[in-house]
């Protein structure tokens, strides 16, 4: 097990807590799930690093494990960024399900995230050693998450707009479920977007 394998899923589980903590305030989620979450910043580093080593072993028969495992995990790091950066905005701006403020600010949350998911991808997902940034591979990169964004905008605003909040849930909340059921449907066309199109060797 490199090194890296360790440190980055350490860095990621711990960031993920963070982001949590902050977006559970401001959705002012139960106090149970609160409290838990002040478990987090222990207890997502750690399962980080197990699922890493999990498939790690479990790679040695069927390799793609290994890569699928850490794409996962910076899909993780994402939604929460992706998340963190829309409740922000939300807690700026406001919301209203009648105006178009929730497609700009899913828009500016989703351009955060891809940013991320560029580095974190290329260099640990993918294990690319350049470390310039190909106007072809970023060109490539851009053109598959562009196509990502298409969707994830359309899922996310149709969830949010025309579906609207469901079971007696806030806005806010909605908008966060709307984000999520959006990032599930594209994560497969990320997935094989960059492993067979930006990042193949």
Same mark, same amino acid.
């Given at each position: ?91 700026? #701006? ?7 403020? $929730?497609?700009?600010?899913? =828009? ?17 997902? $993918? ?30 605003? #149709? ?23 959006? =990032? ?18």
């Amino acid at each position: 097990m490199k090194k890296a394998d360790i440190i980055l899923p350490l860095i990621i589980g711990e960031a993920v807590a963070l982001i949590f903590l902050a977006i559970s305030r401001f959705l002012a989620l139960p106090e149970i799930v609160i409290k838990a979450g002040k478990f987090f910043p222990i207890i997502l580093p750690i399962l980080s690093v197990l699922g890493v080593w999990v498939a790690i072993f479990l790679g040695k028969k069927i390799p793609v494990i290994f890569q699928l495992a850490k794409f996962v995990l910076v899909g993780i790091l994402n939604t929460f960024i992706y998340l963190g950066a829309l409740n922000l905005l939300i807690s700026v #701006f406001g919301i209203s399900e009648k105006d178009w403020s $929730y497609s700009i600010f899913v =828009t500016l949350s989703f351009i955060c995230s891809v940013i991320n998911s560029y580095f974190w991808n290329k260099f640990w997902t $993918y294990g690319k050693k350049e470390t310039g940034v190909g106007g072809t591979e970023f060109g490539k990169f851009f053109l598959i998450t562009g196509i990502g964004f298409v969707l994830n905008v359309s899922i996310a605003s #149709f969830v949010f707009k025309i579906i609207g909040p469901q079971f007696g849930l806030s806005v806010e909340i909605w908008a966060n479920i709307a984000a999520v059921v959006a =990032t599930v449907c594209v994560f497969i066309w990320n997935f094989l977007g960059y492993k067979f199109i930006v990042f193949k060797k």
